[in-house]
Nanobody, 118 residues
Framework: QVQLVESGGGLVQPGGSLRLSCAAS????????MGWYRQAPGEKRESVAT?????STNYADSVKGRFTISRDKNTVYLHMNSLKPEDTAVYYC??????????????WGQGTQVTVSS
C-alpha cells in the first residue's frame, strides 16, 4: 500500500507564494507518477501538475509559469508563486503505479486547503 500525507496549505495574499508537500510511504517503489489536483467549491477536481518517475512534468494552462512541481525521493512538492484568488481550492496529492502483484492503483491524499485572499 502507498500512503500520501500532504502539508503546506494555508491563507496567502494575492501575489504570494506557498509550497505544498506530499510525502509518500509504504510501497513507494511501485509509484509511477505523482501529481497535484485541486477542487474548488462547486467545481470538479482538476489536474494542476503531474510528474512521472522519469521526471517528465505536465501543467494545467492556468498555472504554467507560476507553479512548479518537483520530486525528491518519496516527496513531491508544488511550488506556487504569483497566487491568484482563483487558485483557492483544496489541493490533493495523487500517486499511481503498479504493485508487485500486478494490481494498478490510484491513491489520494487527504487534501490541504489553499486560500488566496486579501
Amino acid at each position: 500500500q502507498v500512503q500520501l500525507v500532504e502539508s503546506g496549505g494555508g491563507l496567502v495574499q494575492p501575489g504570494g507564494s506557498l509550497r505544498l508537500s506530499c510525502a509518500a510511504s509504504g510501497s513507494v517503489s511501485s509509484i509511477n507518477a505523482m501529481g497535484w489536483y485541486r477542487q474548488a467549491p462547486g467545481e470538479k477536481r482538476e489536474s494542476v501538475a503531474t510528474i512521472t518517475s522519469g521526471g517528465s512534468t505536465n501543467y494545467a494552462d492556468s498555472v504554467k509559469g507560476r507553479f512548479t512541481i518537483s520530486r525528491d525521493k518519496n516527496t513531491v512538492y508544488l511550488h506556487m508563486n504569483s497566487l491568484k484568488p482563483e487558485d483557492t481550492a483544496v489541493y490533493y496529492c495523487k500517486a499511481d503505479g503498479t504493485y508487485v502483484s500486478g494490481s494498478y492503483y490510484i491513491n489520494w491524499g487527504q487534501g490541504t486547503q489553499v486560500t488566496v485572499s486579501s
